[in-house]
């Protein structure tokens, strides 16, 4: 096992392909975002990315074992064609967040990918109605392409993006990879499949492809009804704790 | 000192050996029952393996020291042969479970292995009468072929397998090698004598050979002294705090 | 991405220059002065540095993303030529420490760098009006040749000097480079443009350049509008709390 | 800066030495006993030992820094002649104790090094009179050989023994070396002369030197003034908090 694998599981020959990450983070929204193109689109499997970084850990399901890694899928649109990146895990450490990055660029790379586009979540510490989605981007171009999309913010987000969403940027930026990370506004406390369908309608406006939020709204209900028993509960008084939100997560 | 290294002290000759792993974990489950094994059995030593990843320490016993590490014995049986992997550390980081387990497949795969059983505990976390035993496997066929001895279910373990249990399993499809991981219930409170005895009489089952189990049975009822003992200090009001398990480890 | 990355970005010919190290670190001393200079003086971006051993991070500034990294300006003044480094974060790790400090170094000696300064501050645990600045150097001829412009402690700072400025000093003493560290007092609760202003004024007599300094006299102001109100909030009983600092900073 | 460097300061022929080291640990007994022997004999520095695995930092007197590593010093006495190992760090990581221990163990074979003796301290949890002395080998001869002259308990030291010490018999039985560790019994609330003079009092007996202790048992007596002291300001009635002993230490 070499500090990062990746393994090529199927050959696609994609037109002009973009790069989706969606991968866990603040809300899951990226890796709601992602995963839900996968549900929508037929979805090729081309690749899995194993890494002495992540966790030495198999999920099982069924008694079946699986080792911990990303996976990229291959989807087909009317519109567009697009790399979706997700998993369960980020690394576990500095050197490996870089390191799988540069893994995931290769692939890409090798794909023709010619933009990425890193999905994810912007904390606000309280529950929102209107789902703002901002953006940060790897070239002044892209911030200009995309102005039109996205609201680009003076100092947001705060404390910069970290992880394979904030490397992919910085790490595309060297390689001339024009890349952008689209972050949708959530409160931070709960997953959050609203955010994610704001952060996807900018999306697909963006790379153009057309998809459906059925089952991310029936998700969002499912979300709201939770909350709604933990404010009764609570008598609305206070958050919901961290107990009561890897409950609903 | 390489990063692992493997050291042979003897060479034998196993008739289509399967690799039994118990390293330490919930309840020391896998631990006992390799143990057990090794007791029971006339074993011989056939490697050690040291790594840079294990902890900085030596062992102490009369005054001899000896350096952490795992140990590989030889196990020939009526029914089976057995390659048993034992030890009293874990990696100490993500990188070294990972190294570890590869050079633990490799020696496995120079000795003929064909089949390879991680042994551990899950924990319930109550006592527990009815010594369930779950198991996960690396592929398809493995799950069939052992579903009439031994349960998979659904969502179980629900957080997957971790440490080199976890990594046999998944570095172990990746080579092709089927492998297949039997966890005790055991409350995760204590170590558990009773739940390694469940797990080893569904493997004698499996790998086919015969052992007794009077010496397990005898630490399983010292423990249960224990537990009593507790159970009238505390009024039986409380589970055993950390302070008492220790104790009793 | 190599552990560490140096990428060259201008080509200038600096004549004997100086290295002037200031990164964050207690009361960003260090980092305020040398960001100082770059705003007092023409400067000229020359080179960035970037290591997997830095957080996986970039910053965002009106939608534009930056990989976090070290910078290195050329600074020409009337009285010497200066390399000056800056960054927002220190390496994550120990060796990412010694790996950075080998590649300033590096690119030091490249530039012809025949002294480094090393800035920052060392904290008293109490509000200060006398901003003393103490020293340490890597040769004994360095002490010697500056201890008329600044002041050498028998035991200060008590705990050695960590972070890549204990490291200029110690690796570039190994290269027989000479080193020094300026270090002014400050209390350690505060980010301290007073102390910053401090270390620059001996600098400036040792390197023989001329600055003004209305612009960290301002900040410095600033931050004492903020003492007055913390400490009229707090009847002036008790030390700022970690929160009001953060907020101050 | 290479992972571990060995920067050789003095050539100097040794007849037939053995290795003493003495680095930070319970009670500071390894290092103060090391260090007594480097201030009793004539000692020439002839190596120091610099690692990325060592904190990034300098120590600095009298304005003079000094990158952190380990010294060793030779010393010839009538009885025997010693390579003695001291510093005041141990490597911040796993791997670090290893790399490390292998470089020590190096320039000890250069050097022509037979024995190996590694100086610690065992704590006993509670405040002493009589200062045992217990032991342990890297093989079973020099067990033997050392019986008369010192300790071997069956179950002692109950957690082994870690960092450099321990590696040192670990590493050291690997290569052939035979490797003994001397531990004085102390509180392990306190530095401890005391505890150092029992142990060198064994190890002169066993290598066949000749020392004073006058300066130890200074530093001894100090000790106790500020124990007493303590004592009598807490009344007797609990150990000093680790407060006091930092203080103390």
Redesign the interface.
């Known amino acids: 096992?070499d500090?990062v694998h990746t393994?090529v599981l199927a050959e696609v020959a994609l037109s002009d392909p973009v790069l989706i990450e969606g991968l866990p983070g603040v809300g899951h929204v990226g890796k709601l975002a992602a995963e839900h193109l996968l549900e929508e689109f037929d979805a090729t499997l081309v690749a899995r990315l194993?890494s002495?970084?992540?966790?030495?850990?198999?999920?099982?399901?069924?008694?079946?074992?699986?080792?911990?890694g990303l996976e990229f899928h291959a989807v087909e649109t009317e519109g567009a064609d697009m790399l979706v990146l997700t998993g369960d895990h980020q690394?576990?450490?500095?050197?490996g967040?870089?390191?799988i990055?540069?893994a995931v660029l290769d692939l890409a790379e090798e794909h023709g990918v010619s933009r990425v586009y890193a999905l994810g979540g912007v904390p606000t510490g309280e529950l929102i109605d209107e789902y703002g989605v901002i953006?940060?981007?790897?070239?002044?171009l892209l911030?200009e392409e995309l102005e039109p999309h996205v609201e680009?913010?003076?100092?947001?987000?705060a404390g910069?993006?970290?992880?394979?969403s904030?490397?992919l940027?910085?790490?595309g930026?060297?390689r001339g990879l024009p890349?952008a990370?689209l972050m949708g506004e959530t409160s931070g406390y709960l997953v959050d499949p609203k955010s994610a369908r704001a952060v996807l309608e900018v999306l697909q406006e963006i790379v153009g492809f057309d998809v459906g939020y059925d089952s991310l709204e029936e998700r969002a209900e499912e979300m709201e009804e939770v909350v709604k028993k933990i404010q009764e509960m609570e008598g609305a008084q206070q958050p919901p704790s961290d107990e009561d939100l890897r409950y609903i997560g």
């Open positions: 096992m500090e393994e194993y002495r970084h992540f966790p030495p850990q198999v999920t099982v399901e069924n008694g079946r074992s699986k080792l911990v690394a576990q450490d500095n050197e967040h870089y390191l990055t540069d953006a940060a981007a790897s070239d002044d911030v680009f913010r003076e100092d947001e987000p910069g993006i970290v992880g394979v904030g490397l940027l910085g790490l930026e060297r890349t990370c």
